[in-house]
């Protein structure tokens, strides 16, 4: 069974504090690997997409890399406003439906 | 990316009432995903809508109780049917950006229901 697990569940940093967040997957072939930002009584807003292991993106103080089983998001020097849900979700070969991880909450104190 | 409009954004029913929420994109999209998050949890896929098919449900939602309408390439209606208190969720229009089966998806900004 196709499955996306993120862990951890929660992560309190300090302001300034870099820390990893992990998405790891289990599927029959992997089409795409994206991960999303969402806050409070939002939807999700997409940050990456990763199609490739050894791939990364970067977008501020934001990267992702990917690799044959899991994939991470780096945060470095993190800021209060980056306190969000980030989602992990990959789409299977083959298919067209994109499957959610639980997501990891991110809370950053000033 | 395209942007997508999503209402009611709330609503709070009776329990065994009906509902439908309305999904307008402001660009055609092929395919639109309807999913419903629960309180504190992720996100879990409902069904695709195809314009000109019918829906294609997930495992554990059947179209009498969450029917679909897809009429064109930028519209969509979910109906939550004969709701309970376990309906209480909120519910997710999203629309996958470009012309073909892979890529991101972009999401409207829900509608939470509470069932009383």
């Known amino acids: 069974e196709d499955q996306v697990t993120q862990s951890p569940e929660a992560l309190r940093l300090q302001e300034g504090e870099s820390s990893s967040l992990n998405c790891s997957y289990t599927v029959s072939g992997l089409r795409g690997l994206f991960w999303y930002r969402q806050d409070p009584g939002k939807g999700p807003e997409f940050l990456f997409t990763?199609?490739?292991a050894g791939e990364e993106k970067e977008k501020e103080r934001l990267k992702a890399t990917l690799t044959k089983k899991e994939s991470f998001l780096h945060i470095t020097a993190p800021k209060p406003e980056d306190s969000a849900t980030y989602l992990c979700?990959?789409?299977?070969?083959?298919?067209?439906?994109?499957?959610f991880g639980a997501g990891t909450r991110l809370f950053v104190k000033a | 990316s395209a942007v997508i409009s999503q209402k009611p954004s709330r609503d709070i029913c009776q329990r065994g009432t009906s509902l439908t929420i309305q999904c307008q994109v402001d660009?055609?999209?092929?395919?639109m995903f309807w999913y419903r998050q629960q309180p504190g949890q992720s996100l879990t896929l409902i069904a695709t809508a195809n314009q000109g098919s019918e829906a294609t449900y997930e495992s554990g939602f059947v179209i009498d109780k969450f029917p679909i309408s897809r009429p064109n390439l930028t519209f969509s209606t979910l109906t939550v049917s004969n709701m309970s208190p376990e309906d209480s969720s909120i519910y997710l229009c999203?629309?996958?950006?470009?012309?073909?089966?892979?890529?991101?998806?972009?999401f409207g900004e829900g509608s939470r229901l509470t069932v009383l």
């Open positions: 990763l199609y490739s």
């Open positions: 999203s629309g996958r950006s470009g012309t073909g089966n892979t890529g991101e998806l972009f």
């Open positions: 660009s055609q999209v092929t395919m």
């Open positions: 979700a990959v789409q299977v070969a083959g298919g067209f439906k994109t499957i």
